[in-house]
């Protein structure tokens, strides 16, 4: 058996545990590299917490580069600037090109500010931990001099858990600072209906969530496109404007730029098509996990939707494609499972209370869907945080 070389681009979700795997199915008999702009992997989920001063950066990251070395993983920081797949290259800006046999692209997302006007210079996210920590000091500002807040998902954005997670952690840290009467709360979202998530929603999350808003007097509004944003507030294409001091939105996902300057690789938004293998339908040894690849959405809605891959289906695609390079290196079939067959788990903290989501496909039909509400699912939630992070943290031990 010829010694193959599988690189992998980007270390967070999808490239750390593509990794791991892959190191561990191959052993020495093949080289494993991973090429990132960055030695940190975040934990994303506990972003929705770092604005109120409830994580720090220690906290939620850590160094991946004694872990790659004790498993016998070479690591490269750099930024790529391109894939050449006709000639099995990741071409690097300060490393230069890194040949490969195999690749596996799990870089995420580029987070689009500019496809609305405003955007990056009025409102906040939490899609990073730079915009996070952009988005602690407006909130301290705010805390100051408080009025209305607006909380969106925007059209084609996919993150809605994130969204409604950051909105019901603000609702209940306004209500901690007795804010609660002079900061009336509105979510804005592209969803035609309240807990549609991107993917035609989830048993009876929307019942629960509409009982939520009323509770909480949240106001929605649903199937809305964001015109513009600015310093005092928001602008819907429908001609409302929605008043506020403290704006965050979540935006839409691009595909990053190394895939978009690689031709044939993406469609136009620059996500990778690949098939259930997780494969690229025409260069053959590129996979796919993560942000990083295009799931179409389950129907068409008003204002378009995109379709959340992050967390646990991720890391099910990259094991996936792992798997499947380790059976074509040794000529056994592949696996296959469509994104939508995939099992469903989620946490979703709104506070000191949550939801816990669990079903047996990402998308519909479902046979079993379950959601289990209450104080337990934000333990669980902390719980996981401090479980998935250890582990991570030590898997070299």
Not at 117 to 139: C, D, F, M, N, Q
Not at 282 to 291: I, K
């Amino acid at each position: 058996m010829n010694r193959k070389r599988i690189v992998i681009a980007g270390t967070n979700f999808a490239g750390y545990t593509a990794a791991l795997e892959l190191k561990e199915l191959v052993g020495e008999n093949h080289d494993v590299v991973v090429v990132a702009n960055t030695h940190k992997f975040l934990f994303f989920p506990s972003l929705i917490w770092y604005p109120f001063g409830l994580r720090e950066e220690k906290d939620i990251t850590f160094d991946v580069r004694p872990i790659y070395e004790s498993h016998g993983i070479q690591f490269i920081e750099g930024e790529i600037d391109r894939f050449d797949p006709p000639t099995n290259q990741v071409v690097t800006r300060e490393q230069g090109p890194v040949g490969y046999d195999y690749l596996v692209i799990g870089t995420g997302p580029k987070v689009d500010y500019d496809y609305i006007p405003g955007l990056r210079e009025h409102a906040y996210s939490i899609v990073g931990l730079g915009p996070a920590h952009r988005t602690r000091e407006g909130w301290q500002k705010f805390l100051a001099d408080p009025g209305p807040v607006v909380i969106g998902a925007a059209q084609g954005a996919a993150c809605f858990g994130a969204a409604y997670e950051f909105l019901f952690n603000t609702r209940y840290q306004l209500a901690k600072n007795d804010l609660a009467d002079q900061a009336p709360l509105t979510y804005v979202t592209a969803e035609p209906f309240a807990a549609h998530f991107g993917i035609g929603g989830f048993g009876n999350a929307q019942k629960m969530c509409e009982w939520m808003f009323k509770h909480y007097h949240i106001h929605a509004r649903l199937s809305a496109e964001i015109d513009s944003v600015t310093a005092d507030g928001v602008h819907l294409k429908d001609g409302e404007f929605l008043p506020s001091k403290f704006t965050m939105i979540v935006p839409r996902f691009l595909g990053v730029d190394a895939v978009r300057n690689t031709p044939g690789l993406a469609n136009p938004a620059g996500f990778i098509e690949v098939d259930d293998t997780y494969q690229h339908p025409v260069f053959r040894n590129v996979f796919a996990a993560g942000v990083a690849v295009h799931v179409r959405p389950p129907g068409p809605t008003a204002v378009p939707c995109g379709v959340p891959k992050t967390g646990w289906p991720t890391e099910q695609m990259a094991k996936l494609a792992v798997k499947n390079i380790v059976a074509d290196i040794k000529g056994l079939p592949f696996k296959a499972e469509k994104f939508g067959e995939m099992a469903s788990y989620c946490i979703m903290d709104t506070g000191n209370m949550g939801m816990m989501i669990v079903g047996d496909h990402m998308l519909s039909p479902r046979e079993h869907e379950f959601i289990i509400p209450g104080p337990e699912a934000h333990w669980a939630k902390l719980a996981f945080e401090k479980y998935f992070l250890w582990t991570r943290r030590h898997a070299h031990v």
